[in-house]
């Protein structure tokens, strides 16, 4: 199975700060990578698929990129909204599909 | 608009069992993959178990293997979860998703809590 290495486990930020998080896979998985975004209390919501593909609704100051092994996810100009939990899934080996162990961005 | 409900939840001794269900509305449900995926208490997201837009096909985690059943009933748009042999934990908040490789749409999550 396919391990998914996502760091860092928190975060903290200052509104209008930019961050980033990093999901390395164990082997290759040709781009199919998404990330999602969890409020406490809440279903996950997708927000990036295929990489960089931003989801409807997605504000453009989320971005993901990467290839290979190694995935970034980014978010400019930080608001407050954004404050939440986020993980990163690879879908290339499925099943079973595997999920990072999760980002709790916090602000400063 | 695409709407997953679940219900079925609740407190379950362990060794019991339990059967969640998810009602499907705003597509065609017969064309998607479905999965559950479930989240622990202040833990992280696992997948529990896909099963193939007809039902012939179905995959589980080592996890839960051998202990739950997800099935399908395409003619009432529905998606269920058979949970056996249940144990402390298997304590988590169970989501229905719509798997179109990754996980689409998602349900609002039910609570299934495992103690005696």
């Known amino acids: 199975d396919i391990q998914m290495t996502q760091s860092p486990p928190s975060l903290s930020a200052s509104l209008g700060d930019k961050v980033t998080i990093t999901c390395q896979a164990s082997q290759n998985i040709n781009k199919y990578i998404a990330w999602y975004q969890q409020k406490p209390g809440k279903a996950p919501r997708l927000l990036i698929r295929y990489t960089s593909t931003l989801e409807s609704g997605t504000p453009s100051r989320f971005s993901g990129s990467g290839s290979g092994r190694d995935y970034s996810f980014s978010i400019s100009n930080v608001e407050s909204e954004d404050i939440a939990s986020y993980y990163c899934?690879?879908?290339?080996?499925?099943?079973?599909?595997?999920f990072g162990a999760g980002t709790k961005l916090e602000l400063k | 608009e695409v709407q997953l409900v679940e219900s079925g939840g609740g407190l379950v001794q362990p060794g019991r069992s339990l059967k969640l269900s998810c009602a499907a509305s705003?597509?065609?449900?017969?064309?998607?993959?479905m999965a559950w995926v479930r989240q622990a208490p202040k833990k992280g997201l696992e997948w529990v178990a896909t099963?193939?837009?007809?039902?012939?096909?179905?995959y589980y985690p080592d996890s839960v293997k051998g202990r739950f059943t997800i099935s399908r009933d395409n003619a009432k748009s529905s998606l269920y979860l058979q949970m056996n042999s249940l144990k402390s934990e298997d304590t988590a908040t169970y989501y229905c998703?719509?798997?179109?490789?990754?996980?689409?749409?998602w349900g609002q999550g039910v609570m299934v809590t495992v103690s005696s």
């Open positions: 998703a719509r798997h179109d490789g990754y996980y689409h749409y």
């Open positions: 705003g597509f065609t449900f017969s064309n998607y993959y």
């Open positions: 099963i193939s837009t007809s039902g012939s096909r179905t």
């Open positions: 899934l690879q879908y290339d080996n499925l099943p079973p599909n595997t």
